[in-house]
């Protein structure tokens, strides 16, 4: 399931990249970005990076989440956070736009495993079901997770039990995003 999952990111991630390609006649770009080091830049313009996808160079495991809250994570976060280093990426799922989000750096992947160690916390206090993010929407109360006990991609108000299944898989999530460009 973990090459699976890994596969289905790469081929979502060459999409985007061709999308991009197409729609601007360069690769993808990011404001937010600028002034982030990462080997994925490719070139520096005055209000962006463009960048390109890498090969992740870490460990691929997210042991330090596992050990931090004494939790067995479903093997398919892992594999979405460890198969490459890229800049978030921008798509619709069923009409819903979302962000994508990725592991920017090295020591980006260490602020992501301190966030979602923070935020298995917060679902740990309240006695709710652990999820793990992995997209945001465009409103503030609501973020695209995995659900670490059925591994279905659910969307969720995070201090609420508020969800709403969105696919049963993270492969099945990504197969179904469209890329979309700035």
Known sequence: MMQQTAEALREFTARYVQHWQQQTGHFPASADLLGVPSDCIISTLDDRVLWQPQPFTLPATLEAVERALDIQLQP??????????????MATFEQRPLCLLQVWSEADFTRLQENLIGHLVMKRRLRQAPTLFIATT????????????????????????????????VKTFLNALQPVSG
């Open 76 to 89: 398919e976060i892992t594999a979405f956070y460890t198969a490459q280093f890229a800049g978030d990426m």
């Open 138 to 169: 465009d409103f503030d109360n609501e973020v695209v997770a995995l659900c670490n006990l059925t591994g279905e991609v659910i969307i969720e108000e995070p201090g609420t039990k508020k969800r709403e299944v969105l696919a049963t898989s």
